[in-house]
């Protein structure tokens, strides 16, 4: 049987892929346990200072399995907002305060709550052929898996309602120019660019790297004396660290700092 979710740690990258290609990587209840489970593994094991999420096959991931959601016409409707108390929300809040650096490159169409679950990301690539699409219309629903959240902030509320509003497929040098992700690259560069990213983040201070996740994510429901008040706390956390040291130490002797994430 196919594991849905394929992980391998190598150099301080973990790199999970979604391994669902014959569905496009949509979510099913299995897929989400094993995600989450990948997740906790990062969380817990210190050899661990990156995370790579792509995706299997041709696409990045299409969002729910709908073939699990067929109705009939007598069916009652189905609680969604559960599903998404369940599964989504829980990922996505995870993700965004895991105290390492995630890197996400969509190998292909990333649409739903697939495109999401990658704007969920701290840092996203993608395939040149590749896109997103905000695809809740095309069905009747709301965007979710942090959509609502993540669009505006990216790339503005006009482009946001435009995106939601016509779920048109937005192709990745698009999605570059305005700012949804950072960077778009060739088919067949894609992930060799995408590891040596996640390797290089992987010798960086990580313990500052996550705490620079914090402030970031932070700063959107906070004033600016709260946001300045936070960045002293965080300072002075990172200032007691050992990676802090090492840097100064590295510096003044001139040479390259060895950090450990420590």
Same mark, same amino acid.
């Given at each position: 049987?196919?594991?849905?979710?394929?992980?391998?740690?190598?150099?301080?990258?973990?790199?999970?892929?979604?391994?669902?290609?014959?569905?496009?990587?949509?979510?099913? +209840?299995?897929?989400?346990?094993?995600?989450?489970?990948?997740?906790?593994? #990062?969380?817990?094991?210190?050899?661990?200072?990156?995370?790579?999420? /792509?995706?299997?096959? !041709?696409?990045?991931?299409?969002?729910?399995?709908?073939?699990?959601?067929?109705?009939?016409?007598?069916?009652?409707?189905?609680?969604?907002?559960? /599903?998404?108390?369940?599964?989504?929300?829980? =990922?996505?809040?995870?993700?965004?305060?895991?105290? =390492?650096?995630?890197?996400? %490159?969509?190998?292909?169409?990333?649409?739903?709550?697939?495109?999401?679950?990658?704007? $969920?990301?701290?840092?996203?690539?993608? %395939?040149?052929?590749?896109?997103? =699409?905000?695809?809740?219309?095309?069905?009747? =629903?709301?965007?979710?898996?942090?959509?609502?959240?993540?669009? +505006?902030?990216?790339?503005?509320?006009?482009?946001?309602?435009?995106?939601?509003?016509?779920?048109?497929?937005?192709?990745? $040098?698009? $999605?570059?120019?305005?700012?949804?992700?950072?960077?778009?690259?060739?088919?067949?560069?894609?992930?060799?660019?995408?590891?040596?990213?996640?390797?290089?983040?992987? /010798?960086?201070? /990580? !313990? #500052? &790297?996550?705490?620079?996740?914090?402030?970031?994510?932070? $700063?959107?429901?906070?004033?600016?004396?709260?946001?300045?008040?936070?960045?002293?706390? &965080?300072?002075?956390?990172?200032?007691?660290?050992?990676?802090? !040291?090492?840097?100064?130490?590295?510096?003044?002797?001139?040479?390259? +700092?060895?950090?450990?994430?420590?």
């Amino acid at each position: 049987m196919t594991q849905p979710i394929l992980t391998h740690l190598d150099a301080g990258v973990l790199t999970i892929t979604l391994n669902r290609p014959d569905k496009l990587n949509s979510f099913n +209840p299995e897929m989400h346990r094993l995600l989450r489970a990948a997740l906790d593994d #990062a969380a817990r094991n210190p050899e661990i200072r990156c995370v790579l999420l /792509t995706g299997a096959g !041709r696409g990045f991931c299409a969002g729910q399995d709908l073939s699990e959601r067929e109705m009939k016409e007598s069916d009652k409707p189905r609680d969604l907002g559960a /599903t998404i108390e369940q599964y989504y929300n829980p =990922l996505v809040k995870f993700m965004q305060a895991l105290p =390492l650096p995630i890197v996400c %490159a969509v190998n292909g169409v990333a649409a739903g709550a697939g495109a999401n679950i990658a704007l $969920a990301c701290d840092i996203v690539l993608a %395939a040149r052929s590749a896109s997103f =699409l905000q695809a809740f219309a095309k069905i009747g =629903l709301v965007p979710d898996s942090g959509g609502t959240y993540f669009l +505006p902030r990216l790339v503005g509320t006009g482009r946001a309602m435009a995106l939601a509003m016509l779920a048109e497929k937005l192709p990745a $040098a698009d $999605a570059e120019r305005m700012g949804l992700i950072w960077k778009a690259f060739d088919d067949d560069k894609l992930m060799a660019e995408a590891t040596a990213m996640c390797r290089h983040l992987a /010798t960086q201070p /990580t !313990r #500052a &790297l996550g705490l620079m996740k914090q402030a970031i994510y932070a $700063a959107g429901g906070n004033s600016l004396s709260a946001q300045l008040d936070l960045e002293r706390d &965080l300072q002075r956390e990172a200032g007691g660290s050992p990676d802090y !040291r090492e840097g100064v130490t590295a510096f003044l002797e001139k040479r390259k +700092p060895v950090f450990t994430g420590r």
